[in-house]
Every structure is written in C-alpha cells, then in structure tokens.
C-alpha cells in the first residue's frame, strides 16, 4: 500500500515547501547522506530540485571522481575505483537506476576553513535556497558540555560550514535516537538540549520513517543496494534505522559487523523518528564554535574540543528514567 509522501503541510518539512532547489547533505560522512534520502526522494516527488552531498570517508584520491570544486568531487554510477568502499557511488547508482540524476557530491575531509568553501561552492553553483544538514544519530547536538560527544568533530565541521550559508531555509535532521550510546553520548543529554532549542523555537518536530510510503520504501531499497555493495564495512548506523523502520526490537543484528559484536543492540522504533531544528540555533549553542572556527585541518578541530573540555565542567551522566 502506498500512503502517499512524508508529510509537507506541519513539522521539519513544511519549511521546505517554498524551496526550489535543496542541498542535502551527510554531516557526519560514512553513510549520513542515505539517511537524508527519504527527505530527498520526498521533494523530487514535489517537483523541487535536489543536490546530494557528503562528507566522504571514501579515498576520493584512488576513485574516478572528478574534483569540480574546492574540495568537491563528483560521484556518478560510472566513477571507478575504490569498490570496497564508496557509499557514494552506489548511491548514485542506485539513483540512476530508478530514473534519477546519478550525481552525489563528495566533500573532503578538512579542517572547518576547508568544508566551509566546500559549501560555499556548491551553494553558489546550484543557487539553493535550502539546506538540510543530516546526522544519522543525534550527537550532532552535543552542545560540548556533555558527559559525551560521540563523533563530534565532522559533524560540527559540517555545521559550522552549513551555517555560513547564506540561504533562506537551513534545517538539521537527525534521525536515529540511542544508536549513539555506543559512541557515549547520553541521551538525556540530547533531550535536554532538545528541550532547550524548543524554548528558542527552533524545534521543529519529529516525523516517522513507515514501510509504505513511497519515498520510505525507495530508501529502504537503496539503503540495501548500498549495504549490499560495501562488505565489511556497512553501516551499523543505516542497518539500525532501517531494521527500525521495519519493526524489528531489541538485540536485531542484520549485518555481518554486529553479528559478533559484544555489545547488546537495542533497535527500537525511536531510531526511525526524524527530529528536526533550525540550524543557525543548533551552531549557536556549540559553546566550543570559536575555538574552531579557523581550523585547518581535523585534527586542530579534534585537539580545540578536547582542550575545550579539558577546562570546562561537565554535565554528570544521567539515566533516562524507565
């Protein structure tokens, strides 16, 4: 049964219904531009226009793909090299295989100085008027004075970046609640934060990722297609969304790298919940943002968090109760 599309008229998306051409892009790389898809395939159904983009962990040096901007590779179904491990790639064909632009651009891994210009470019080149910058997980959050940040220093490179944008609409979408806990975030930290971005009235709701909505039924496809063509190292972030949205419970493990692992998984139907903020007052509460505003490289982003923390007091970890 198909229901239709994600819903446009309350909530993260309707902000987007005004726009003509939407960014969309992976903050934390890996696979986080897949989890923005279903958001994608949602506004193509609308007639709007989208650009894919994603902080690459993928070696752009050893592929095909052509660098067309600062920073900035294109990704087609036909780029060669790197087969192992190229997210990007087949994502774009699987997008080419079912009628769509084959286009998904890479950005390069850099310092906050370098994925700014990265951003800047493709804003400039495709003249959007949206952004959606996505986290698969919920640590792109973490405001620095939590008990854990989890990944913090690509997804707050890739906030940063995104909010140097001049466009009318900028939005977060995180989607993906508790699959940070193995990366230590404490997840009433994240509600806290939630609560608190609520009172600026920059929350914008949550939506469901369900089985029989066309835009959801394509990204469970593609997800697949892309988990298929990367073994060894799919994502246990994409697996646990979507074994989510599937109804699976509990200790579900649905691909090769979880079915040894020690660590019990809890998939759960908050994983497939789509949260959605205003990006300018998510980078507005990064308490550490100006300590890396002019970092060249990761690892000068990486050392700024840590000597940040170092020095500040920490919120104590806190259950959630149950």
């Known amino acids: 049964m198909d229901r239709g599309s994600l819903g446009f008229e309350s909530g993260p998306l309707h902000r987007l219904r005004g726009c003509e051409r939407v960014l969309i892009a992976g903050a934390g790389g890996g696979f986080d531009v ?14 709007q226009q989208v650009i894919l983009a994603n902080l690459t962990f993928t070696a752009v040096t050893r592929t095909a793909a052509v660098e067309v901007g600062p920073g900035v590779f294109e990704a087609r179904a036909d780029s060669g090299g790197a087969q192992r491990y190229f997210p990007e790639k087949h994502l774009a064909e699987w997008l080419g295989g079912r009628g769509y632009a084959d286009r998904v651009y890479m950005i390069r891994k850099g310092g906050t100085k370098a994925v700014r210009a990265s951003y800047r470019w493709l804003a400039e080149e495709w003249g959007i008027d949206g952004v959606v910058l996505v986290d698969g997980g919920t640590d792109l959050l973490m405001t620095g004075d939590e008990a854990g940040l989890g990944t913090p220093v690509e997804d707050i ?89 599937r ?11 979880t079915r040894d692992a020690e660590d019990e998984l809890f998939i759960n139907p908050l994983m497939s919940m789509v949260w959605g903020f205003d990006l300018d007052a998510v980078a507005g509460r990064v308490l550490y943002r100006n300590e890396i505003e ?11 968090i840590e000597a940040f923390r170092d020095r500040i007091a920490l919120r104590p970890w806190r259950a959630i109760p149950g």
Do not use: M
């Not at 897949?34 to 007639?47: D, H, M, T, V």
């Open 34 to 47: 897949l989890s923005g898809l279903p958001i994608a395939l949602s506004l193509l159904e609308r007639g």
């Open 247 to 257: 109804g699976e419970f509990g200790d579900h493990r649905s691909v090769p790298r």
């Open 157 to 245: 490179t890739s906030l940063l970046a995104a909010q140097a944008l001049d466009v009318p609409v900028k939005l977060i979408a995180c989607v993906g609640f508790g699959i940070d806990a193995h990366h230590g975030v404490c997840h009433a930290h994240f509600l806290e934060n939630v609560a608190a971005l609520a009172k600026l009235g920059a929350y914008h709701g949550v939506f469901a990722l369900t089985p029989g909505i066309r835009a959801v039924d394509e990204w469970l496809d593609a997800v697949a297609h892309v988990q298929r063509h990367t073994p060894g190292r799919e994502s246990i972030v994409c697996a646990s969304i979507t074994d989510a949205a």
């Open 294 to 304: 002019e970092a060249a490289t990761p690892y000068e982003v990486a050392a700024a």
